[in-house]
């Protein structure tokens, strides 16, 4: 008789913004895929659903089950509504979209089997496949993705990626605002299988738009019968990925299934992925339970890079994932503190006196690089057909104000000349609980008070759990909060439309007219289809966002390095979206 096959993979993510972007991403994306052991709770939670399957597994039967150690719990699972990057693991494995992606980060068909758009981009139309159904064997048609964009636009949603149709959508942002009705909306239900979306302006990416969990679709029966608490409860969270929830304990355990009514079921590997929360394991713990075969992955920082990093085992990675301090210019309410770092030579001046070096090469020591930009490098390239074609976007500026301790404190005294700020000054830098983020925000603390302490600055660090941060930072209740992101979709747009005046992801208050008129030309206005105006455009953006007024404080771009089994197979690493896709994921002797 073949022995069931259970495996401890234990994942820990630091926050990201959002990741995903992403997403990222990040998520805001942090530190980089990490592992965590389970408290004595969480690993009897897990320990107790292996010993459930091992007694219902046929005889002959090889059950492969995964688990994964979140390090923070999502603030929610509902993908018409949140962008954080705790919730992707389970967002990307229990959904599903129009279109996903392949190993290669390439757009794949999802549930659209095929697609097209008009010769001006501007009328996408997709064919989903027959006979798809939700988790509950119900039809899922075209019906159920306008429901859901709707649902997405509609205020009391409360979605926090609403701009992501908003912005492109015919009526999309009328709609929102109470001024057209559902049937003006430019997302149409042609038949069951055939769904029509019309854009305001030409929009060559929107391809990889529709990727995002904000356009997926959710069921309408299930929502409208629960309402927002549709997502607490297994029976009622009804999804149409290659997983299902099949126990939920929030703030403790998910435990996911393959979902026999996907639509690819027969190529899903895993029967199971199960899901432990448990906060601020350090790295040797991490590396600990991978080297006496307890866990199957973990990440490398400090030390333990060198020490294990030549191992035949350990992987290296490049990430998109840019991590920086968001610094509040105005959100909120309005302090001696924040008045003064409403002063672009007062944001550059903490720039610049900030090592970003140490942090990553002696905090993370694991291939991030120093970070004086946002758009991240070895990500976007220049448009075919342009004098641009294949120049990598990161070559065009390689930084902005780098370290230089006698220029900061020569921005800081003109600063607080030009502020009337005088005296004391104590900066809050607002951080998630998390072993690395302390360290990150250490460093930080030490290097602005070595630099800027001779006019009275002191910093502190201020700890707290994921979601506490998520919402001081949302409502404006900070002053310099460590965050980051992950790119949603392949193109510098990611990142830069979310510090346009008013955007959903502008947490800092910044507002630049001319910051704006670039974005939103080279987003959907008279630059969308002159792909090299666009792309000078987008130059110039990042250049005025950060090069002018440093409007946040880049510290640097993510890097991986992983102890990985070679048991682990088809575990890919995404360049947008997710990390990773549980679909496809195989455990082989």
Known sequence: MKKKVSLLLALGLFSVSALSGCGGGQSDQTEPQTIAAPTTEAATTAAEAEGNAESEAPAGDVAQEITFVLNNEP????????????????????????????????VVPGNAESWESNDDMTVYTFHLREGLKWSDGSPLTAKDYVYSALRVLTPATTSQYVNMISDYVVNGQEFYDGTASAEDVGIKAIDDNTLEFTLKDPCAYFIDLVSMWVYWPVQEATVETNGDKWTNQADTYICNGP????QMNMGESMILEKNENYWDAENVALDGVDFVVNENIDNNTWVSLY????????????????????????VAEGDPGVFYLEVNQGNGAATPVTKLLANAKARKALNMAIDKSFITDEVLANGSMVADYLVPKNFAYGPEGTSVEGQDFRTTYEGFNTYNKEEAKKLWQEAMEETGVTGPVDLEILIQSADSAIKMGSAIQNDV????????????ISPVPFPEKLARVS?????????GWSPDYADPMTYLDMFVTGGGHNNIGYSNAKYDELVNSAKSGDLATDYEARWNALVEAEQILLGEDQALIPLYQKGVVNLRSPKLVNYWKQAVGPDYFYKWVDIQD
């Open 75 to 106: 603030d929610g699972i509902d993908p018409t509504v949140t962008n954080n990057s705790f919730a992707v693991p389970f967002l990307m494995n229990c959904f599903e979209g129009l279109v996903t992606y392949d190993s290669n980060g390439e």
């Open 243 to 246: 997983f299902k929830i099949t």
């Open 291 to 314: 080297t006496d075969g307890s866990v199957m992955e973990a990440n490398l920082s400090g030390t333990n890079v060198a020490t294990y990093g030549s191992r035949p085992d350990a």
């Open 449 to 460: 008070q070595e630099v800027l302490g001779e006019f009275g600055v002191t910093v502190t």
């Open 475 to 483: 409502s404006g209740d900070y002053q310099l909060a460590l965050s």
